[in-house]
């Protein structure tokens, strides 16, 4: 009787599902089994995502990164990211793979504020990326992603000479009813930005929307939505720090080129990260939604 090779000795065969899995690991960089299961699988398939991840990773495609314990005890969190076997496949299958997009040798040496920023800009694109199958008016035409942009950076020089940076975390192409553009630059602040800083910021996103955005992208739509992840305190701080710089500079018609909100992206299910009345414009006094299709239709 011939003997039976492990499991281990068979040959992986990448199937479908696990061809979907490698593909979002690739848009999205990192991936938590949560946002996998969210963005391919029903609520209730955690269990099985957690199996694929693992099956995908024991095979090599994947690689998995432990984050630190949020608490003393509990398991500690993990994030998945494409290893070179996974690479090499979904160049294989005719993905165009640029390789200096990922240095899986080097994914274990992030801080844990980088990845935690990262997750967080996942969950609001994620949410772009499923409001085609909850609106159908809506359809996601583009997406790039904080690692995309941070290779195409966009400087601008201040009112003292020095250059800004500009990179927005996200840039979503939405599109209603195959017609009508609405375009996002995402800023997710997470808490870490001192007064200074932000206005600094808010000085280069209004000289980046007044050229050099219409330049990069090759449309006149831009939003900038700003998601405050440490809640309602934080949002009003920024909302009254972009207030000043405005009024400062004399530009609060342009006021409403901002929009935030405080709603946390990993608690948007569905479409309440666009449609709810929860977003705040500079100078405005009522919530707003950030798409509306009553309007936009």
């Known amino acids: 009787m011939p003997a039976t090779l492990p ?6 065969v990448v199937s479908p599902a696990d061809d979907a899995v490698l593909r979002a690991a690739f848009r999205y960089y990192y991936l938590s089994s949560r946002q996998v299961c969210r963005l391919l699988y029903s609520p209730g398939s955690l269990t099985y995502v957690q199996s694929k991840l693992k099956q995908l990773t024991d095979a090599g495609f994947l690689q998995r990164i432990w984050l630190p314990r949020p608490a003393a005890h509990g398991s500690a969190p993990s994030v998945y990211t494409l290893a070179r076997k996974g690479l090499n496949y979904l ?6 793979v640029d390789r200096r997009r990922y240095r899986p040798s080097e994914q274990r040496e992030h801080t844990y504020l980088f990845l935690g920023h990262t997750l967080a800009v996942n969950d609001v694109l994620i949410s772009a990326e499923l409001l085609g199958r909850v609106q159908p008016d809506y359809a996601l035409a583009r997406m790039l992603h904080e690692r995309d942009l941070k290779r195409r950076p966009v400087q601008i020089h201040d009112d003292d000479g020095r250059t800004i940076v500009v990179v927005p975390d996200g840039w979503l192409d939405l599109r209603v009813k195959a017609a009508y553009q609405v375009c996002l630059a995402l800023e997710l602040d997470r808490g870490t930005e001192e007064q200074k800083v932000w206005r600094r910021k808010v000085r280069g996103l209004l000289a980046y929307a007044n050229g050099p955005y219409q330049d990069a992208f090759q449309t006149k739509s831009l939003t900038i939505a700003v998601v405050a992840t440490s809640g309602d305190k934080r949002l009003l701080q920024l909302l009254r720090w972009t207030e000043s710089e405005l009024t400062a500079r004399h530009e609060q ?3 409403d080129l901002f929009v935030f909100t405080a709603i ?3 608690a948007a299910e569905r479409d309440d990260l666009f449609f709810s009345r929860r977003w ?8 707003i939604a950030l798409l509306d299709p009553a309007s936009d239709a």
């Open 7 to 12: 499991r281990s000795a068979k040959a992986f």
């Open 91 to 96: 160049a294989g299958a005719g993905v165009d």
């Open 253 to 255: 018609g342009q006021g």
């Open 264 to 266: 946390h992206p990993d």
């Open 280 to 287: 705040y414009q500079p100078f405005g006094d009522q919530p």
